[in-house]
């Protein structure tokens, strides 16, 4: 078999911050990064559209070589990743792999809290699949789990308004209700690829004995870990250190917003499914 990258697929620009933290742990291996950013935010989208839109940039992942693909998007992880690895994948490619961020940050998730109080903030889509209690369920069946759907946060990082009363407004209201929720939460997840952006406004609002828990790092090391036991398919990556970028929308705007979730320079080139 071909060596291939590993494939990135997103709704746009967040799941660059996922890549970003596969590239530091895993340096040598090829990557090949997809975002949807024609049909960006998948955030408030039904299921429907939701698994047919990913279901597409998977098959394109494929069609380029790539033998294993990782949803770098919480909502397509959601609301799509179960029925393409049950339905779809038998039939299309049955020796291929695609791996989602929900699982991988749910298995760990509970080593990181002191009291069993996790508090989570993600899109309306993730948080109404209940998708994360499910899991943490199988993982933590004792944590206490509270979630927030947050469903401006988003449209404030994708449009640069990061740093203004407006967004605090939206950050605070958000964290607010989440304690009203739980307050006795230790450990806040940020299950939202874009959500890193809005650190420093979260850390404003959020008192300070709470640790955040981005989850880039965590679903690098379970991907490090899954290549580890999965040897049939790491020996099909390639390890040539190369990053290429692809984008269903205007690759200037993708080189340059893109940059910021990355934290590097990028360019992109457009692609039509
Ligand atoms: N990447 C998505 C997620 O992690 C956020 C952006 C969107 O709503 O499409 O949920």
Redesign the pocket.
């Known amino acids: 078999m071909e060596k291939a990258p590993i494939g990135v697929f997103?709704?746009?620009f967040?799941?660059l911050t996922i890549l970003r933290e596969f590239t530091e742990l895993l340096p040598d291996y090829d990557f090949l990064y997809l975002g949807d950013n024609a049909r960006?935010?998948?955030?408030?989208r039904s299921y429907e559209s939701v698994y047919e839109f990913t279901l597409q940039g998977v098959q394109y992942l494929f069609s380029q070589g790539c033998h294993l693909v990782v949803l770098a998007?919480?909502?397509?992880s959601a609301k799509a990743l179960r029925t393409i690895q049950q339905k779809d994948l038998p039939v299309i490619a049955p020796d291929k792999r695609v791996l989602g961020v929900i699982r991988p940050t749910t298995e760990r998730i509970g080593d990181h809290s002191a009291n069993g109080h996790v508090g989570i903030v993600?899109?309306a889509?993730?948080v109404s699949s209940g998708s994360y209690l499910m899991e943490i369920q199988k993982f933590f069946p004792d944590l206490h789990v509270s979630q927030e759907a947050c469903p401006m946060w988003?449209p404030l990082v994708e449009t640069g308004e990061t740093d203004n009363p407006g967004c605090d407004y939206f950050v605070q209201k958000h964290i607010d209700q989440l304690l009203k929720k739980d307050p006795d939460i230790d450990t806040l997840l940020l299950?939202?690829?874009?959500y890193p952006l809005l650190l420093p406004v979260i850390r404003k609002f959020l008192p300070a004995h709470i640790r955040v828990l981005p989850q880039g790092k965590i679903v690098a090391e379970q991907l490090a870990d899954y290549l580890y036991r999965h040897p049939e398919i790491e020996i099909n990556c390639g390890k040539n250190g190369t990053r290429r970028f692809l984008t269903t929308d205007s690759v200037e705007r993708f080189n340059e917003f893109g940059s910021r979730f990355y934290q590097s320079h990028i360019h992109a080139m457009q692609i039509h499914f």
């Open positions: 997103d709704s746009g967040g799941g960006t935010p998948y955030g408030n998007c919480n909502t397509a993600a899109t889509g993730t988003v299950a939202c690829t874009h």
